[in-house]
């Protein structure tokens, strides 16, 4: 066996391999996204992105039912969208094992909450492991595998950002083959219907009774025994944080967070002086420990928002008095998020701003569309709710604005068409504006079933988004340039003004996986520039002003070359003809 360095998304990826899953699939999301990436790179293994959540889980569970292991992947948001086959599969088990990996975004590094999924393992009633590194992440793959076969159970595996991403050492082992023995038909376990129901929910309850005796003996919980005026009961990165601040305390280490193991977490209670809970957003573990009778100090010290870190830790613990680590650098320049130059959404949101639309966003790479200068975007829910949204504020009121509905292309195929459907149904005139970018551009650059290409790489069926819109029933559909953007404020203006439901696809490739061709940079003529500003507004990265002091309007502009992708964006704006694609001498 050799070891190596392994994010734990990789390490995910690795122990799946080695447990021998054969189906595995997943919807793009940070942080869970390269779970999918890395493990679609193992032989023997079918891997696929699905076009939701939802669907990815149920194709698991397809293959579990046919006696394959299988694994869905997804982040916390996305078991929101699972939720639907998770409360069933709970009751319907399966033949090969099925683990679900759902990955935390505490802190919100890319995400529109931060919702604590541990939640969901006590109301499926189903069993959840939490690593604490990579090497764990790895080998509790392993083990879930063996346990949903064993109880005849889904498990969730919950990760967080940290772990997801932080390396470290992993002991790699072999693959353990694990031949599918093929589907069964047995009504009373896969047919849900309430009479078949009834019997399976009393089994579950059975299970639950079996899996807190499991609970109290695996050597997943832990205690380490050192000082007990201190007791900490932790769990996953919070756990890494205890041992770096607090290496004399006595530590419960628990790596199954349902069911808690009550017997081992009351004998541990009562033999320290102070206990502790030191956990990551919801008090989930100290709720538990509060039921059985204790009174630790948790969410009274530790936050309740926002991820954890040595120095949150070792103040709740100590308050004031202990060093951790040396301050990180506090002067580097502020780097918000930005749209990219040459973005092709870019000059989208110019125009919704100037037509001064209320929007209705999603998720994405055009969220970014709210940060001024562009400000354009007024909304942001959840995958595919700008179109539902749109349609509800039509029916509710009009208020004389314009009102747009826009989404991107993988998120219109994730969550969009049925919105879409609604609004023909419901006999609404609402606009919908789709992004196409052509490809799952905030993730990492993903396929989707538009792009005409698989995770692994092979070409299938590329789905046409203006026929689709069509077969819908929109009888308006326009496909335009959106770097044109006298074409694209046409083509909205129009739409607007149809009293039928429109759709309009602004189409153009992601900057960043165009064919890279030679790029000339724009220029700007400082003789012809008169300091407007007006370039300015489109918030490009490569657009600055010459020189410094001064109001803004009567400040030259600059175009950094490293950064311009000739989009010609700001030559379109520039009304006094200063920026072109020739340098002046």
């Known amino acids: 066996m050799s070891k190596t360095l392994l994010s734990g998304n990789e390490a995910i990826a690795r122990g799946a391999f080695e447990a021998g899953v054969r189906v595995a699939a997943a919807y793009p999301g940070t942080p869970s996204t390269e779970i999918l990436e890395f493990l679609a790179k193992y032989p023997g293994v079918y891997a696929e992105w699905s076009v939701n959540e939802k669907v990815a889980l149920e194709v698991a569970i397809g293959g579990s039912l046919a006696g394959a292991r299988s694994l869905a992947a997804m982040k916390h948001v996305g ?6 086959p998770l409360m069933t599969a709970s009751y319907v088990g399966g033949k090969g094992g099925l683990v679900i990996v759902t990955a935390d975004d505490p802190g919100m590094h890319s995400s529109q909450n931060e919702q604590d999924n541990r939640h969901y393992a006590r109301l499926a009633k189903v069993p959840m492991l939490e690593p604490s590194d990579s090497r764990e992440a790895k080998d509790y793959i392993i083990t879930a595998f063996r346990l949903s076969e064993e109880y005849d159970t ?8 940290r772990i997801a991403h932080a390396r470290s050492t992993v002991e790699l082992g072999e693959r353990e083959e694990h031949e599918p023995e093929g589907f069964v038909s047995n009504h009373q376990k896969y047919v849900m219907i309430p009479a078949h129901a009834r019997k399976r929910h009393l089994l579950v309850e059975e299970r639950m009774a079996r899996l807190n005796a499991f609970a109290e003996s695996t050597l997943l919980n832990r205690v380490e025994w050192n000082s007990r005026e201190i007791g900490i009961i932790t769990s996953g990165v919070s756990y890494q944080y205890v041992k770096e601040v607090c290496p004399e305390a006595s ?3 628990l790596g199954l967070l349902y069911p808690l193991p009550r017997k081992l977490i009351e004998d541990f209670a009562r033999k320290v002086k102070q206990l502790f809970v030191v956990e990551e957003l919801d008090p989930f573990i100290e709720d538990q420990v509060r039921m059985l009778g204790f009174s630790p100090l948790g969410k009274e010290r530790f936050p309740i928002t926002g991820e954890l870190t040595p120095a949150l830790v070792a103040k709740g613990l100590f308050g004031e008095t202990k060093t951790v680590m040396p301050s990180p650098v506090d002067d580097l320049p502020l780097r918000p998020p930005v749209l990219c130059p040459g973005c092709p959404h870019r000059g989208v949101f110019h125009i919704l701003k100037k037509l001064k639309c209320t929007v209705f966003g999603d998720i994405g790479c055009y969220t970014l569309g709210v940060l001024p200068p562009l400000a354009a975007l007024d909304t942001c829910i959840c995958m595919g709710a700008g179109i539902g949204n749109a349609l509800g504020h039509e029916k509710a009121i009009d208020d004389g604005r314009p009102v747009v509905a826009v989404i991107g292309d993988s998120t219109f195929v994730h969550s969009g068409i049925t919105g879409l459907i609604n609004i023909v149904y419901n006999r609404g005139h609402s606009t919908v504006l789709i992004l196409d970018n052509a490809t799952t ?4 650059h993903q396929d989707h079933p538009a792009t005409g ?9 590329l789905l046409p988004l203006e026929d689709l819109a069509r077969a819908i029933g929109i009888k308006d559909v326009t496909v335009v340039d959106p770097r044109r953007l006298a074409q694209t404020e046409r083509a909205l203006k129009s739409a607007l003004a149809n009293p039928e439901p429109s759709v309009i696809i602004a189409r153009c490739p992601c900057v960043l996986i165009a064919k890279k061709q030679e790029i000339k940079p724009l220029a700007v003529d400082e003789e ?6 007006l370039c300015l507004r489109l918030g490009c990265p490569g657009l600055g002003i010459a020189g ?5 309007r009567k400040r030259k502009v600059k175009i950094n070359a490293a950064l311009c992708q000739a989009c010609g964006l700001c030559e379109q704006v520039c009304t006094s003809k200063a920026i072109s694609r020739i340098s002046p001498d």
């Open 528 to 533: 012809k520039c008169a300091g407007c500003g």
């Open 79 to 84: 078991l929101n969208v699972a939720a639907d």
């Open 441 to 444: 551009a905030m993730t990492g």
């Open 453 to 461: 290409r698989t995770l692994q790489s092979q070409p299938t069926f």
């Open 548 to 552: 410094s002091g001064g109001a803004t």
């Open 251 to 253: 530590v419960l280490k």
């Open 154 to 161: 889904p498990v969730l595996v919950r990760t967080t950002t």
